[in-house]
């Protein structure tokens, strides 16, 4: 009876030791006399099996993190450890434990998309047999295995990023880095992504993924870096972000008629003082203490006379988290 060939085991670190761990690590581009100061000093810990996140607008310098993190882009300054293993001092052992996924389609247009994870599989020293089985398990995992003698080009933009996500985990990487995986792609195969991404973690993958979707970033990941302009501006879960930015929830009453007669009540809001703005009908609060105030409202209201003909509370988003934090809108 033919024998399956052997797979590469996952190699165990102590439980101790984080995935990712950097120290004022520091990017600087050339150009003009002071350079473009692509990140400025990140102090990061990615704990092992943990879903992580670096969100940021365009030229956030997430890629450039993501490239110091994965050997490509030298740093200028700081230290920088995967999977136990210092990027500049050894960038082979490192190469050898990550996966990446980059923001363009690196697949070689060329070759079949078995051939795509198998070369990478033998590249990673695995016998012939064994990168074919490997390659043919991980096509069947994200339902390609009905592509697997397409030619990459042939590929739609979700299929070919399935196939770099299956190219990346080919040699059981201990970090996979994903950058903007979701990027131009629509929105069905954007779930699929998320699916294939979420149950990859579930299976104690530890993920470092890079997206300027707030909603994404908050579907996925366990914990975010909001990184504008080479600066780190909060670590920590999505929850606690939106807590701690002192992003406000917004309360809107609208009633059937012109909030005039309420116009001084609702500037006596307990808790307060709140940002109130009144126009026509539709009385508006910002506040980080929302306790209480849509019940003023209504308190208040009745009291005037007036029937509330719509009510809503707009709980602290990442969205206002991040307006908070940078002083501007979050345009990706
Ligand atoms: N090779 C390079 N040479 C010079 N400047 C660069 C280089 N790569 C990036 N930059 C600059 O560094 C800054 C950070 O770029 P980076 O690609 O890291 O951002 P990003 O957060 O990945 O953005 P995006 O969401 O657009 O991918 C930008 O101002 C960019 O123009
Ligand atoms: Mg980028």
């Not at 909603?215 to 972000?241: F, N, Y």
Request: charged residues 20%; contains cysteine; proline residues 6%.
């Amino acid at each position: 009876m033919k024998t399956a060939p052997a797979l590469p085991q996952p190699v165990t670190v102590a439980d101790t030791a984080a995935a990712i761990r950097t120290e004022g690590l520091r990017k600087v581009y050339p150009r003009g006399q002071d350079g473009l100061v692509a990140l400025d000093g990140l102090d990061l810990t990615v704990h092992q099996g943990e879903f992580f996140g670096l969100l940021g607008t365009n030229g956030a310098g997430k890629s450039t993190t993501i490239g110091m993190l994965t050997t490509l882009v030298t740093p200028t300054a700081g230290s920088a450890w995967v999977a136990g293993h210092e990027v500049s001092a050894d960038p082979v052992g490192v190469k050898s434990r990550i996966g990446v996924v980059s923001q363009g389609n690196t697949l070689d247009r060329a070759l079949t998309v078995l051939d795509n994870l198998a070369f990478r599989g033998r590249y990673f020293g695995m016998t012939a047999p064994a990168a074919r089985h490997r390659a043919l398990e991980l096509l069947e995992q994200f339902a390609l295995a009905d592509k697997a003698s397409a030619k990459a080009h042939q590929l739609s933009g979700g299929q070919a990023r399935r196939v770099m996500i299956g190219r990346a985990l080919m040699h059981l990487p201990k970090v996979l880095f994903l950058d903007e995986p979701t990027a131009g792609v629509d929105p069905q195969a954007r779930e699929d992504l998320w699916q294939i991404i979420g149950s990859l973690h579930e299976g104690g993958q530890t993920v470092v993924l890079t997206t300027h979707y707030l909603d994404e970033a908050e579907a996925l990941c366990q914990r975010l870096a909001v990184i504008d302009h080479g600066h780190l501006l909060a670590c920590d879960t999505p929850e606690a972000i939106k807590e701690t930015s002192g992003a406000q929830t917004v309360i809107t009453v609208r009633y059937d008629a012109a909030a005039d007669p309420v116009k001084d009540a609702v500037r006596r809001i307990p808790g307060g003082p709140h940002d109130v703005v009144v126009d026509g009908p539709t009385v508006r609060v910002r506040t980080t203490r929302p306790d209480g105030v849509l019940g003023h409202l209504l308190r208040e209201g009745g009291a005037a006379g007036l029937t509330v003909r719509d009510a809503a509370t707009t709980p602290p988003s990442l969205q206002s988290a991040f307006l908070t934090l940078t002083g501007r809108d979050y345009k990706p």
